[in-house]
């Protein structure tokens, strides 16, 4: 049975595999592949089962999940201070949405594992010289040198170690006292208190805090306010990592990919007859896929029945980015057509890929308003099929960074030089997450 299973999971081998680095020695490749067989899993099966029954709620429209990180983490970035101020954001937002929408609300990380990204273009260009495209920390250096744009297997054990480290702090952060309600008012104590949002939401705190005051008087201390429950996420983009990361299950027997809870299929490699779709249909984790403007009712329906044939509630979340001007009109065919197949699924909104456009600067950027608006059809659409409205899917920082315009602390084009520090797309701050939060909020309780 075991040898069986092995052997479907090495299916993707013979099929197209997108977006997947070219490495000088195959045998380096496969030496690594070995290594990082032999690790220590990063999640559990029963952690990734537990994630699945949350978004069975979600699909059943009881819960709303709020995903979000870098577009793309650097091993730099896997410091105590920086997924500190992402936690800190994502707590925060999740604390306006739990509050003032009453909706309980999943909370996943584009956490400890987003090392590889898909490129529009294999190469780039800069002053006349060309050097393959960045592809994410697992692959290649950023610098733009031809030494740190080699791809280098060992950097998939490096992303192995980061995510280690980064999930330690997660779950450090999320179960040890920092993520206790009663630190509401401590999350916001640095720049962003000074912002619109940051003073919008101290208030909310304070109503929150008197809540806590007359619950704990009344003798009720719920484990739940003391530590969150998080799950971490990654595009499962790079096959051999993602399979050499998968485990058979003791307890069930089953494979899941332990290299994190949640892995979805990005835009670019979610082909029907890809080497992606096969590999993440023979893992048990929750899975997703992101959904763009070209996708068919027809597409949807044949991905559901590819990763979903039992319709198992949970398992399969769709994560639409249509794009501002779009979503109105290509959402409604693809939920429409998946509805009436019966279906369970969580439709999740990335209000960020569809909205990327470059300045004069040169610099990626998006506009805050072209996210809320996405956010603000997204809302609509399920409104008018009377459908739920499972969440957003984000990329942004913690830190107090100058990468998209707009925001209640308006940052301009000409502003976004001053911090721009993405490696890949522009990230939202957190004054701007924050503004973002209260939106959702105010559409969730419209929407009941
Ligand atoms: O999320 C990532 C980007 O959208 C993707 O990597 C493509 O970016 P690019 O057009 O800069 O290559
Ligand atoms: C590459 C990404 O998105 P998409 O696959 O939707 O383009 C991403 O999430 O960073
Ligand atoms: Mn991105």
């Known amino acids: 049975m075991a040898t069986d299973i092995t052997g479907e999971l090495d299916a993707w081998r013979g099929l197209p595999a997108l977006q997947q680095p070219e490495w000088d020695d195959p045998s380096e490749v496969a030496a690594v592949a070995r290594e990082l067989a032999t690790q220590p899993p990063l999640v559990f099966a029963g952690e990734c089962d537990n994630l699945k029954d949350r978004l069975a709620e979600v699909a059943l429209g009881e819960a709303f999940v709020l995903q979000g990180g870098d577009c793309a983490e650097t091993f730099s970035g896997s410091n105590a201070d920086a997924v500190k101020n992402k936690l800190k954001t994502l707590l925060q937002m999740a604390v306006v949405l739990t509050y003032a929408a009453s909706v309980p609300v999943v909370k996943i990380g584009r956490m400890a594992g987003q090392f590889a990204k898909p490129r529009s273009k294999p190469n780039e260009t800069r002053n006349g010289v060309e050097l393959p495209a960045y592809r994410g920390d697992a692959v290649n250096g950023f610098d733009f040198d031809a030494v740190s744009r080699r791809n280098d297997p060992h950097r998939l054990l490096q992303a192995y170690h980061c995510s280690a480290v980064t999930l330690n702090l997660c779950r450090a952060f999320t179960k040890g006292g920092y993520a206790d309600l009663r630190q509401v008012h401590a999350w916001n104590q640095d720049f962003v208190k000074q912002s619109p949002a940051g003073q919008r939401y101290e208030q909310l705190a304070g109503e929150i805090d008197r809540a806590l ?23 499962a983009l790079l096959l051999e990592y993602e399979r050499a990361m998968t485990r058979i299950d003791h307890l069930s027997g089953l494979p899941y990919d332990v290299s994190a809870h949640f892995l979805w ?83 999740i909104c990335d209000p960020m890929h569809g909205n990327t456009w470059e300045a004069a600067s040169g610099h990626k950027t998006r506009r805050l308003d072209d996210v809320l608006d996405e956010v603000a059809g997204f809302f609509e659409v399920h409104r008018a099929l009377g459908t739920h409205p499972g969440g957003i899917h984000i990329e942004f920082t913690g830190d107090d960074v100058t990468e998209c315009v707009g925001g209640g602390d308006e940052i301009v084009e000409a502003d976004l030089h001053q911090r721009y520090e993405t490696a890949c797309d522009p990230r939202l701050n957190r004054g701007q997450s924050l503004d973002l939060a209260f939106m959702v909020a105010e559409l969730y309780r419209k929407a009941q």
């Open 213 to 235: 005051t007359f619950m704990k008087a009344c003798g009720a201390s719920p484990d739940e306010f003391h530590s969150v429950e998080f799950y971490s996420s990654h595009e």
């Open 265 to 347: 299929i990005g835009e670019r490699t979610r082909q029907l007859d890809g080497a992606h779709v096969d590999f993440l249909s023979r893992i048990r984790n929750p899975i997703g896929v992101k959904l763009g403007p070209s996708t068919s009712a027809d597409d949807a329906l044949a991905l559901m029945d590819k990763l979903n044939p039992d319709h198992e509630p949970g398992r399969l979340t769709f994560v639409t980015r249509m794009g501002a001007g779009k979503i109105r009109d290509a959402l409604p065919p693809l939920i429409e057509k998946v509805n009436q197949s019966g279906a369970p699924v969580a439709w």
